[in-house]
């Protein structure tokens, strides 16, 4: 894939370059054992920071999806279960 530097990308651009990175990241996981790990969950993990503060430059959301740790992944995970079964109540 060529980025090109002379023009910013659009939307549809942006969010598919977003989506290969989590996918990748999800890829890395799977290498690690976590088979089970989608990349649309590796966004849903990374941008939920995203919701309190705004979305952040370029830069910092691939820096936050590449340097996501599988305990951070596993403990969002988790919380997220959690989460779930009690608004079930």
Not at 20 to 40: D, P, S
């Amino acid at each position: 894939m060529k980025i090109q530097t002379d023009k910013p990308l659009n939307e549809q651009e942006l969010n598919e370059m977003i989506e290969k990175l989590c996918t990748a990241k999800a890829e890395e996981f799977h290498l690690l054992g976590y088979k089970q790990v989608e990349g649309h969950e590796v966004w849903e993990c990374v941008s939920q920071s995203y919701a309190k503060k705004g979305m952040p430059h370029l830069h910092q959301i691939v820096s936050d999806i590449l340097s996501l740790k599988i305990t951070q992944f596993m403990n969002w995970m988790t919380l997220s279960i959690y989460r779930e079964d009690h608004s079930m109540d």
